[in-house]
């Protein structure tokens, strides 16, 4: 099997992209003492840069998908916490993502910390709407207003 590099300008865009949002969010994670939301945003973040077509027609898919797996990990917390109701949680989820359309399995990650970590209602802002924004912004940016 001959192995092939192609390391083409989106790929190079998708990876200063990837570097440059996770940089960003990591230092604002650090500084809120979030470190552990980290893990959804980098398989968003690597999954989302790489594919040019998936990164222009999902953009709203996920920011409703963290937004909503962020209030089901707030719900959820308020009456049960653990890997096993997280698990739930996460199942729970995924299948109202489905129905609702809206579906980004790195966001059941959101839901299944905020259940492990028993978080409250700051979370879906700080630091959910956060990483959204920061992934969103820099892929904005970088995609469409350096070009």
Do not use: R
């Not at 709203?60 to 096993?84: D, N, Q």
């Not at 959101?110 to 028993?118: E, N, P």
Request: hydrophobic share 55%; net charge neutral; charged share 15%.
């Amino acid at each position: 099997m001959k192995l092939y590099f192609n390391f083409s300008k989106i790929k190079f865009v998708s990876l200063i992209e990837l570097i440059t949002s996770i940089s960003i969010l990591l230092l604002i994670s650090v500084l809120l003492h979030e470190e552990y939301i980290l893990p959804p945003f980098l398989a968003t973040a690597s999954t989302k840069y790489a594919d040019k077509d998936w990164k222009i027609n999902k953009q709203t898919t996920i920011v409703f998908s963290y937004l909503f797996a962020g209030i089901v990990a707030v719900i959820f917390s308020l009456f049960v916490y653990g890997i096993f109701y997280a698990t739930i949680a996460s199942f729970v989820c995924y299948l109202i993502e489905l129905v609702l359309n809206i579906e980004h399995p790195p966001s059941l990650l959101v839901t299944f910390i905020g259940v492990l970590d028993h978080v409250k209602f700051t979370y879906i802002i700080k630091p959910v709407l956060i990483g959204i924004f920061i992934i969103e912004g820099i892929s904005y940016i970088l995609e469409y207003k350096i070009k």
